[in-house]
């Protein structure tokens, strides 16, 4: 169980502070697929670098807990998260598969994690890289090439494969389908919930693409300008949006063979430097009213598991 209690991340920058994680509570359960959905600045990365403790050296964790399993990893040392980091929790890279050493053969890669973690040997951590590569998808003629031999696809599960090496209880996949064609997506994706299901992986998956992560979630969150929209169990989300941020992307989404009207959201995303007193999505939003200026963001409950963040919720 993941439980992120009031939890506040900002960056530092020439203009000011930029609040990037806005006094978030969320609750992921062990052993699901877990959605994040926004766009680009919705904070949704932050928050998954939040987990491993690797924000850069602009960002401040202002306040707030992340317990797992009864520890809060924000308030435990550098050493002890360490333990964290790599073993317990784990993380495919937004744009990772082109992060890979050039110059050092995939397997050694893959077997680098246990080398630090498990500090076995070289021969044995070999053994265990290629064991995890095979899991993914990939056969004994792969193992000795180098990054520059391999597709997209091909380098998206060897990332996915050192990401799971050490074992993890929570695997964080940032946009791992970025870049790639359509059918080697569906491909991750699948792969990505064979993995959860045979290891009982507590997974997040960040994405901008509410239509790939609904195709594997279990639950989603929906978040705006630092904040959640909505979140809710799958079908929940799509069948029963309540939040027009969340309404405007299921509206943006084509549906072959159907004559229904593809729509865009319209105006801007805002700054999050100086971002607008209550709903930030007001300035967008075609239901806004004064009341919305005020809002509290406290959540309203549309049903068991299902929440939205908004003043329109049952009127």
Known sequence: MIDINDLFVR??????????VDHINLRIEKGIIFGLVGESGSGKTTLGLTLLRILPPSAEIASGSVNIDGTDI?????NEMRKWRGKRISMVFQG???SLNPVINIERQVAEPLIIHE???????LKIAREKLALVGLGENTWKRYPHELSGGMKQRVVIAMAIITDPEILIADEPTTALD??????????IKSLQREYNLTTILISHDLPIVSEVADKIAIMYGG????VGENEQILRNAKHPYTSGLLSSIPEPGSSKEIKGIPGEPISLVNPPKGCRFYNRCQFASEKCK??????????????????????
């Not at 924000?74 to 550098?78: A, C, D, P, T």
């Not at 076995?120 to 951590?125: M, S, T, V």
């Not at 963001?297 to 049903?303: H, L, Q």
């Open 294 to 315: 005020n809002y509290d963001y406290s959540p309203k409950i549309v049903e068991v598991g299902h929440e939205v963040y908004c003043t329109l919720y049952g009127e």
């Open 119 to 125: 500090n076995i040997d070289w021969e044995q951590a």
């Open 227 to 230: 904040k959640l929209s909505e």
């Open 96 to 98: 990772a598969m082109n």
């Open 182 to 191: 359509v059918v080697t997506q569906d491909r991750i994706m699948k792969l």
């Open 11 to 20: 960056y530092k920058t020439e203009n000011g502070y930029a609040n990037a």
């Open 74 to 78: 924000l308030r435990i040392n550098e």
